[in-house]
T-cell receptor, first 114, second 111 residues
Framework: EAQVTQNPRYLITVTGKKLTVTCSQN?????MSWYRQDPGLGLRQIYY???????DKGDVPEGYKVSRKEKRNFPLILESPSPNQTSLYFC?????????????FGSGTRLTVV | DAKTTQPTSMDCAEGRAANLPCNHS???????VYWYRQIHSQGPQYIIH???NNETNEMASLIITEDRKSSTLILPHATLRDTAVYYC????????????FGKGITLSVRP
């Protein structure tokens, strides 16, 4: 089944403890992206990647890192999480430019930083 | 800046058509209109997209006005499972074709 898989689905962590949220897609998509969703703010893009080793900042990149060493994986790294990073996170992938192909989203990761 | 305006909410009866409006008066000539929906904190789901012409797929129809300043998403036979938040998005084209989600419209389908 074609899908975007995120792990974990739920995570509670403490301030400052490094964590990684994994994202994997099995559709050979070139484009991948991370979004966060907060009440009243909608979904906002954190980082995106157009291909292996090609990444760039979205609208709210502060406090996050990403890497794209393989086409299928696009992990989101929080080096020193803070409570304002408590949010619902979504990974998305697309075969190419989204205006042509649209994005497929993962099921989400609900992160709580205490 | 979501570039679109949608009503906050609407409802319709199960089995009837649901017509969801969207205004995008500042859309540029090469920008697409996309519709996604999100069911209770699940990942957003792609529905349909269009540039100028009306579009139809197995889920819905998209009607875009001739001046492209507004559009309507039509779910021809709404079911209870169509209850969700529907997002109308004008896609920023270019190297980073990011989706800018606004607040969307909450559709409630009643039995």
């Amino acid at each position: 089944e074609a899908q975007v898989t995120q792990n974990p689905r739920y995570l509670i962590t403490v301030t400052g403890k490094k964590l990684t949220v994994t994202c994997s897609q099995n559709m050979n998509h070139e484009y991948m992206s991370w979004y966060r969703q907060d009440p009243g703010l909608g979904l906002r893009q954190i980082y995106y990647s157009m291909n292996v080793e090609v990444t760039d900042k979205g609208d709210v990149p502060e406090g996050y890192k990403v890497s794209r060493k393989e086409k299928r994986n696009f992990p989101l790294i929080l080096e020193s999480p803070s409570p304002n990073q408590t949010s619902l996170y979504f990974c998305a992938s697309s075969l190419g430019p989204a205006e042509v192909y649209g994005y497929t989203f993962g099921s989400g990761t609900r992160l709580t930083v205490v | 800046d979501a570039k679109t305006t949608q009503p906050t909410s609407m409802d319709c009866a199960e089995g009837r058509a649901a017509n969801l409006p969207c205004n995008h008066s500042t859309i540029s000539g090469n920008e697409y209109v996309y519709w996604y929906r999100q069911i209770h904190s699940q990942g957003p789901q792609y529905i349909i997209h269009g540039l100028k012409n009306n579009e139809t797929n197995e889920m819905a129809s998209l009607i875009i006005t001739e001046d492209r300043k507004s559009s309507t998403l039509i779910l021809p036979h709404a079911t209870l499972r169509d209850t969700a938040v529907y997002y109308c998005i004008v896609l920023t084209t270019g190297a980073n074709s990011k989706l800018t989600f606004g607040k969307g419209i909450t559709l409630s389908v009643r039995p």
